[in-house]
């Protein structure tokens, strides 16, 4: 594959072409992009470029070197996913990992090392990774390929140049718009007391409360004439159904709480605006955060965690909420 075979995400591919060209690659880079937006081969085809013995700045897909990393047999293109049992990536994976790429090229102008599903280090692999991303071995390309970037640790986050993939990952739903709202208010209060915690309990609350009755509508109750003995299974099924399509709305909602926290800690570690999420709110991001510690930064992120974590253990929502939104102050 070439460069030019790209048309759906042209914009990354000539990125990456014209830092190529002008010899100014980043030493690693962060894809983020949802499934199926390309992220594998715009990684593999970077580097086939990187080695072809036919083009310059592009692959040819034909010469030996563009085969064998093709087929994943090229020596020094090393690639990583995660274990099949356990969907993790572990600490001894990337080891070996990070070994190989220490060492010098066999074959290849530059190594180039390509983590999958990035999210699948565990915490000790990303730790163990982030040396290697402290200090990059020379002629080296690293490259994280995630669709989901807020569960890397921000220290990871904010060494990576980050290529948006798709357009998923910019745009927010109606619900997210608003919960983005909320937080920037939030922010804005300074200082911040235990009443605008509250005020932003309240306002979580009743948004979960719109989204629950807005999903309770679009599956229609039971008719009247269905038979009691069939009833009840059929009432289990449709609350069910309900409950399922109301958490994966509600997990949006988190996610925006949880991606604004973590650019926060972004911004105190004075991450540049295109790694954040929410780079569309720099201003808003920076004023919340002035004069905030790091370990402040992190705790609070770890606070909105900690609802995610209660709320996948089926703690109350209203009271998970509380908890978790008190720590922020
Ligand atoms: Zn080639």
Not at 53 to 61: N, S
Not at 95 to 115: Q, Y
Not at 161 to 176: K, M, Y
Request: negative net charge.
């Amino acid at each position: 594959m070439s460069f030019d075979d790209f048309s759906g995400d042209r914009a990354v591919a000539e990125r990456l072409q014209r830092s190529l060209r002008e010899n100014r690659l980043a030493h690693a880079y962060l894809f983020a992009g949802p499934r199926g937006s390309g992220k594998r081969a715009v990684a593999a085809t970077l580097a086939q470029a990187l080695n072809c013995l036919q083009r310059k700045h592009d692959a040819c897909g034909r010469c030996k070197s563009c085969l064998d990393i093709e087929k994943g047999s090229h020596p020094d293109v090393h690639w990583v996913k995660p274990e099949s049992k356990s969907r993790q990536i572990k600490i001894d994976q990337i080891r070996e990992f990070t070994n190989a790429i220490a060492l010098k090229p066999m074959d290849a102008r530059v190594k180039v090392g390509v983590i999958t599903d990035a999210e699948c280090m565990n915490e000790a692999a990303q730790n163990a990774f982030l040396k290697t991303l402290e200090e990059p071995p020379s002629r080296t390309v690293i490259l994280l390929l995630t669709g989901e970037p807020q569960r890397l640790l921000p220290t990871i986050l904010s060494r990576c140049l980050r290529l948006s993939f798709g357009a998923i990952l910019t745009e927010r739903t109606p619900e997210q718009e608003r919960t983005l709202s909320l937080l920037v208010e939030f922010a804005a209060a300074q200082p911040r007391g235990i009443a605008h915690v509250y005020r932003l309990h309240a306002a979580l609350t009743k948004l979960l409360g719109e989204i629950r009755a807005s999903v309770e509508e679009t599956v229609p109750p039971l008719d009247e004439d269905v038979e009691a003995e069939g009833r009840e299974k059929l009432e289990k099924e449709r609350a069910a159904q309900i409950e399922g399509e109301y958490r994966g709305r509600r997990e949006r909602v988190l996610e925006e709480l949880y991606t604004w926290f973590a650019d926060a800690l972004l911004c105190v570690s004075g991450a540049e605006a295109a790694v954040l999420a929410h780079g569309d709110h720099l201003d808003e991001l920076r004023r919340a955060t002035a004069g905030l510690s790091w370990e402040r930064a992190a705790a609070q992120l770890d606070a909105v965690e900690g609802i995610r974590d209660a709320l996948a253990r089926h703690i109350s929502e209203p009271f998970a909420l509380e908890v978790g939104l008190l720590k922020l102050i």
